[in-house]
Structure formats: C-alpha cells, structure tokens
C-alpha cells in the first residue's frame, strides 16, 4: 500500500515536472523578476558598497544575489501553486484524483515537482549570477548547507501555494498565493544589510521570519557558517507551510 | 466631441472606482513601495555627491513615474478588453472618432495621474518631504505627472491597438516595470557603477522624466533637466501615438 503511494505521488510529480519544463509559460516567469532583480540591485545599486558600515566582505554583487537566491527558490516554490490552480481551473486536477484517489498524494506530487522544477531556476540562476562576478561559497559543507536552506525555501513556497491553491481551486489565487511572498521578502535587509536600514523598516525587518533565512544565506555565501538562527527560521517556516498544506490537501476527496 | 471624451473618461474612472484592486494597484502598492524603498535605501544620502538630504524626497518622483505605469496598464487593458469584445467598434459606430474615443481614455488617465501625484507628493510631505521649488513647483509637478501618464497610457494602449488582447497587455507589464527600474529610479546615473547599467539607464527615457520630476523636489529650477525630461515624454508620446494612428486606421480601412 504505502509503495502504491509513493508511486502514485512519484506520477503526479513527473507529470507536473514535465508541465513545467514543457511549458515556457510555466517555467519563465518564476525566474524573471529575482534575475531582474540582481541585474537591478548589483547593476544599479553597487554603489551602496562605499556606504559606512557595508561591511560585507564578498562585495554587494554576492550580497544582492543572496536575496536573488532566495527570492528564486521562494518563487519556484510559489509558481508551482499556480501550476495546482490552474489545474484545478481546468479540471485536471480532479481528473487526477481519479487516478491517485487522495488529495494529499496530489499535494504531494506537487510538492516534489516544485523541488525538481525549482532546482533547474536555481541552476540557472546560480550559473548568471557566478558569470557575473558573484563568489559561492567552496567547502562542501557550505554548500550543502546552502542546497539545504534554498530547497527548504521552495518548499515553503510550494506548500504555502499548494495549500492555497487547494482552498481556493481557481486561478483567483495568484494574488493570494503572491503577495504574501513577496511581501515577506522585501520586508528583510532585501538591499542592504540591517546595521543600515531606516530604524523602522529595521524593526520590521527584525521581526520578518524571512530575514534570518536571507542573512543565513549571506553568510553561506560570504563562506562562513550561518547563525543558527537562520536555520531555526527556515525549518519552523517550513514546518508551518507544511501543516498549511497538509490540512488543506485534506479538503480535497 | 468634448462631450464625448469627457464621456469615455468617466465611464473609465467609473469602471475603475468600481474595481478596488484597480485603485489598490494604482494608488496603494506605489505608496507600498516607496515606503520600502525609502525603509531600505533610507542611507543612501549618505553616499558622497548624493544629490538629495533625504532618500524619500529622491524617491518621490520615480513613486510618481511608477504609479502613472500601473496605471496605463489598468487602461490599456481596459482598452484591449474594449477592443476584444466589440465595445470599441460600437463606441466608433457614434459620431465621435477612434481619435476622440482614444482622447478619452487620455483625459481619464490625465485625472488619474494628477490624482496619484496629489496623493503621493501628500503622503511625502506628511512623512517629513520638502519641495524645494515651493507651491509653483508642485504644480509643475502635477503637470508633469498628467504629462508622464499620458505618456505611460499611450505606450499602453499602443500594445493594445497592436495586440487587441487584454492577456497581451498585462503580460507586458513586468517588461515595462523591467524598463521604469532599469533607470535612476533608484541612484543617480552618475552613481551607478556598472558601466552597462549605465548605459542601459543613460538610454531609457524614464530616467529623463524621473530626473525632471525630482529636479522640482530635491533643487531649484532647472531648466535644462525640466526640457530634457519634455523631450523624452514627447518622444515617448509621439512614437506610441503614431503606432496608435496607423493600427486603427488600417483597421478602419481594412
């Protein structure tokens, strides 16, 4: 029974995936505003390096692709909630259901397509950004410590947009779905670090659950270890949306 | 045909009062981003030859530029929904014009943009701004903004003459929002270190308006920047109103 599952789930996931890449509407617009936004932030904003108290040591270009990266995972994870959406506005999904029997192994499949469509942006991504001068970070430990903090991040972002997308089962989601995201990342040191913010937007910033995860990214990125709060936030985000996806995936029979 | 264009005008600001998300996207994210802005670059005077003491007065007339762009894409998509579903063929079955049809949808977005840069130059003031060319400049400056959203709407509607598909014309606004950030929306074009960036702002026409906007916030009078700024909107204006002429006369003839 459970391999049933996992079969059913492993389905549902190649078929989305290969909705994603097939598609250029699917797969394109995840990645145009965080590669538009480091093509802005380090083309336009490099400058603020000579501010006082800039003191990141890998230079602005690796601080602004830090919140580029996290703004592509969170992106590939969100679009593949409007993937669902737009499944369900065209009756796919209830279609499928017929075939994997249970709302939560449709999430599911979602869920892992969100990772294996998110991991070719953040390739991409990745791959520009080192073109352009951005350092990554050379130990395997940080790597993979990177690889695990920026898949965490699509995966909030896939089961936040999954559990949306599940309630609302329309493309009147998009919104829903967005906003919040987007929201949540421009309200951390998104262009500056937060020793250099206006005082309330540093407060604000302080208290955004995002902001340790974009800082833990920074360190990553700079070659150091991150604090562990930057991996707290992550895994308590995560096991937020999680839940969220969880119980609204139930509500799918 | 006064009466006409005044007509067209109302019936868009009457369809868009109707539609919060409209007015939330025109009026409410502009303001959204210039706070963000203004909370995450709020240093960024104190950069050495920064031309401006405060980062929100800097802020302001791009805030301006932005809100005029959300705005022409709510008309030009309006325009398009027209176009796609017969409405705009009926309008012209009057005696008023696809030209007076066309003007307006200009005077709706001219009372949208001097509606947005009252709002918007309100709220910076609240929130500590000064204009340093006083009362005479912010009238300039609420001409300029109807001149920039005439501009922004013709670019607009330009895409949905040419497109006549309401999906066309939104789909083009990440690339137009793209173009309004690929300026000296943010830093000065003299700050900007990339030499390809630079270039990019030194040739987009939004960084002359944005420049002439915020000449009347942030320094006295200057002429030059103000008529640079007119020759760049006027550019703009003349090339998407000439697409605008030829598409619907084609289509009239054909």
């Given amino acids: 029974m459970q391999l049933d599952a996992i079969g059913k789930i492993f389905a549902v996931a190649k078929h989305q995936t290969r909705m994603g890449f097939y598609s250029p509407q699917a797969f394109i617009p995840p990645l145009i505003l965080p590669l538009c936004g480091y093509a802005v932030f380090a083309g336009g904003l490099s400058r603020l390096e000579d501010l006082p108290g800039f003191n990141y040591a890998q230079g602005y270009t690796t601080f602004a692709f830090a919140f580029t990266l996290v703004m592509a995972a969170a992106f590939a994870g969100s679009f593949t909630g409007l993937a669902a959406a737009r499944s369900f506005e065209l009756g796919f999904n209830s279609r499928m259901l017929l075939g994997v029997g249970r709302g939560d192994y449709l999430a599911a499949g979602f869920f892992l397509a969100a990772w294996a469509r998110g991991a070719v942006g953040i390739a991409i991504v990745t791959a520009i950004a080192a073109a352009t001068g951005c350092s990554l970070p050379q130990s395997p430990v940080e790597v993979t410590l990177l690889a695990v903090l920026v898949f965490a991040v699509i995966g909030i972002g896939a089961c936040w947009g999954i559990g949306v997308a599940w309630r609302m089962r329309s493309l009147d989601a998009s919104p829903a779905i967005q906003v919040p995201i987007i929201v949540l990342l421009f309200a951390t040191p998104a262009v500056l670090p937060s020793n250099l913010l206006s005082p309330w937007f540093g407060s604000i910033a302080a208290v955004n659950p995002a902001t340790p995860v974009v800082v833990a990214v920074r360190d990553l990125l700079a070659g150091g270890m991150p604090a562990a709060s930057g991996l707290v936030a992550t895994g308590v985000l995560l096991l937020m949306a999680g839940a969220w996806a969880a119980f609204s995936s139930r509500t799918l029979k | ?254």
């Fill in chain 2, 1 to 254: 045909m006064g009466l006409a264009q005044i007509s067209v005008a109302r019936r868009l600001l009457r369809h868009m009062i109707r539609q919060p998300a409209a007015v939330a996207f025109s009026f409410v994210l502009p303001l959204v981003l210039l706070a963000v802005s203004t909370g995450g670059l709020g240093k960024a005077p104190l950069l050495r030859n920064f031309p401006a003491d405060s980062f929100l007065e800097f802020a302001v007339a791009s805030t301006i530029v932005q809100g005029a762009l959300f705005a022409a894409i709510t008309v030009g998509s309006g325009l398009a929904r027209d176009l796609e579903g017969g409405m705009f063929d009926r309008l012209t079955i009057t005696p008023a014009s696809s030209a007076v049809i066309v003007g307006g949808y200009t005077l709706g977005i001219a009372a949208i943009s001097s509606a947005q840069a009252i709002l918007f130059v309100t709220v910076s003031l609240a929130a500590g701004a000064s204009i340093q060319t006083g009362l005479l400049g912010l009238t300039a400056l609420t001409l300029g903004a109807v001149v920039v959203g005439v501009v922004m709407s013709s670019i607009a509607m330009g895409l949905a003459v040419i497109t006549r598909s309401e999906e066309a014309v939104l789909e083009g606004f990440p690339v137009v929002f793209i173009l309004l950030y690929a300026s000296s929306a943010l830093l000065p074009r003299d700050m900007i270190d990339q030499d390809w960036f630079r270039f990019v702002a030194d040739y987009n026409p939004c960084s002359y308006m944005i420049e002439a906007l915020r000449s009347l916030i942030i320094s006295d009078w200057n002429m030059l920047t103000l008529l640079v700024g007119c020759g760049a909107a006027g550019m703009l204006l003349s090339a998407s109103a000439a697409v605008i002429y030829v598409v619907l006369t084609r289509r009239r003839a054909g």
